[in-house]
């Protein structure tokens, strides 16, 4: 039997937006998509269709996210938050928003998730997302986010099934230095409704930030070595992304993300570089 593959049009889509001048409007132009699954995306939209799904997407500009599709369900009307900060204090499961922030790590980074960070470099967190869900986020995009609180199995906050958009690019930020002792900090809030830090560490909490540190290779495992300044608070740093692996005794200082590595029930501190170029 000859298959007969379905053609999807997708007809002008008008949104009024409200702003203190009046009303704007923002408009699609038509386009035609294969039902047996094709993507259309530009600056300021996206709309994708998979077998069995008519079509569903978004239109957005920096004030409104607007959705359209047959199938795509009712959009929960996200809890905007102010920052990162205030976004990690919240309860596992609260579908929220932030805005503004900046990305630390590109998409081909890292599998499966990304960092952003506040300008003030602050407060960072992971964003929970596939490399061809966010394939144009680069180190400096600035990015609006929306999705559901979680944390991973070492205990660290994330945002989970998120909606990202691109608005703009930015310098890439420059990682905040810090001696081994300092990396991860004490607990931020009450977790759960908060963010874990190292067991029995001490000062401010770092974990999702872009930080810069240094030591001797003291030992190694599977997929990570352990450096130590001499403060005797080594750092588990990740080899995942990395061409060649330092060896035991070299010196070396390493940028990457502030995060938390479980060992049965301690949390060590622990360094993800992005790329061969951050280690030296």
Request: net charge negative; proline share 5%.
């Amino acid at each position: 039997m000859k298959k007969i593959r379905t053609v999807i049009l997708i007809a002008l889509l008008t949104v009024g937006l409200l702003t203190v001048a009046g009303a704007e409007e923002y408009a699609i132009s038509w386009y035609s998509v294969n039902s047996g699954s094709g993507d259309i995306s530009g600056g300021d939209y996206n709309l994708s269709v998979s077998v069995g799904q008519s079509a569903a997407g978004f239109a957005n500009s920096a004030d409104f996210l607007h959705w359209t599709g047959f199938w795509s369900g009712e959009v929960p009307n996200p809890q905007v938050v102010a920052g990162i900060g205030a976004a990690k204090i919240l309860p596992e499961g609260m579908f929220i928003s932030i805005s503004g922030n900046i990305a630390t790590s590109a998409a081909s980074d890292f599998d499966d998730f990304f960092y952003v960070e506040n300008d003030r470099k602050t407060s960072g967190i992971r964003v929970a997302a596939p490399p061809g869900a966010i394939a144009d986020l680069v180190r400096g995009s600035i990015v609006n986010v929306l999705g559901v609180l979680g944390v991973t199995s070492d205990g660290e906050r994330q945002l989970m099934g998120p909606i990202v958009i691109v608005v703009g690019t930015d310098q890439p930020l420059n990682p905040v230095a810090m001696p081994n002792r300092s990396v991860g900090g004490s607990d931020f809030g009450l977790p759960p409704s908060g963010q874990l830090g190292v067991t029995d560490a001490f000062g401010i909490n770092t974990i999702g930030l872009l930080i810069k540190t240094w030591g001797r290779v003291i030992g190694s495992g599977a997929g990570y070595v352990m450096i130590d300044d001499g403060s005797n608070s080594p750092v588990r740093m990740d080899t995942s992304t990395l061409a060649t692996i330092p060896s035991e005794s070299q010196y070396i200082t390493v940028i990457g993300i502030s995060s938390l590595r479980k060992s049965g029930s301690v949390r060590l501190r622990a360094v993800m570089p992005r790329g061969q170029s951050d280690v030296e």
